[in-house]
């Protein structure tokens, strides 16, 4: 009965078109409710206590850092560069799209805006060059899911906070899938950029390359500085998201001056309005948490999986297949702040490491990003490219389906993920 009231309630509102934050207050009200535990003091302390928390700091100095990003042409310059090296061989721009999408990875850590920036300045030259518009979009789309992957990942910070796992570790064990993304992308592409007239562009010579390199420089370095400066310790992952926002501050005003002090403002504005969406999320989150432990949702989900638990194979590939059908028809960040309390008690009971499971949760879900019928990166390149949804459907099919044959290589073969990490470690 507790769980059918627990999903019945927020399913119910998320279909009546309640914002996911009220679904989920409205969630934790149905669930007292019915435990008999009703008070609105209850509910305010816990809402408070979701967003007090220091590592929750990385994420507005983050959001900040990839709208500087985008604003200050530093986006644009870290296309620049794989353009000139690439840009005149056969299918040359797709190259370019999967490149610049792992380097933006690892500069702003968010799906939506990598996918925004990169259509913006990728796909009229793709369509110039006579590429096939839903091809092109569908590759942009799927490239832009790798940035929840590869660190600074907001979604990292949001799982390590709602589960204990230390954000350092997920950073570093999401460097090796996503770099594996990255490749698995450009071999579909490889096999689909060999048919069709495609036109290429003229050969960049060495001082054109050199300028992309030293304009880009600055823009480069900053994923260096991220990484290279948690992995050693001189800052953690919420003191990185400062750094990044300082440092990307400095080179968009002082160095390439695309970006002035009234622009700012807007930046600003957007950063924090994006923060306080994100913020409110987590914060209403922690009350259902919450009243999901006082009703032992956990307990009851782990007995439905119970004869599972001695398979963590099998169990891992049943939770996939349960996260892969919510993140369907859900948001990212919803879907880690709902499930993740739930399955991680199931997760320390059958010995499954924690930062795995949080590599592949986030992996599962971000494939969720352009699935349909949601799929809200989609509806994002949709809206760029000003093209129907179902083109942009049928473009990224082949792109959706190496990646899950990447999720279930990875649930088989744990190690492709732990040995990395321990290496880094």
Known sequence: MTVL????SLVGAIVLGVPIAFSLLLCG????LHLGLFDPQIMAQNLMNGADSFSLLAIPFFILAGEVMNAGGISRRIVALPMKLLGHTTGGLGYVAIIAAVLMASLSGSAAADTAALAMVLLPMMKQARYEEGRSAGLIAAGGIIAPII???IPFIIFGVASGVSISQLFLAGIAPGLVMGVALASVWWFQ????????LPRADRTEVWQSLREGAWALMLPVIIVGGFRSGIFTPTEAGVVAAVYALFVALFIYRDLNIRALYDVLFQAAETTAIVMLLVAASAVSAWLITIAELPQMVADMMQPFIDNPRLLMLMMMVFIMIVGMVMDLTPTVLILVPVLMPLVEEAGIHPVYFGVMFILNCSIGLITPPVGNVLNVIAG???LPFEKCVRGVLPYLAVMLLILLLFVLFPSLILTPLRWML
Do not use: E
């Not at 009200?29 to 007292?32: P, R, S, T, Y």
């Not at 950029?193 to 290429?200: E, F, H, L, N, V």
């Open 5 to 8: 009231i627990f999903l019945s």
């Open 151 to 153: 660190p600074p990942s």
């Open 384 to 386: 760029v490219s000003q």
């Open 29 to 32: 009200m149905a669930l007292m």
């Open 193 to 200: 950029a060999r048919s069709g007239d495609i036109a290429t």
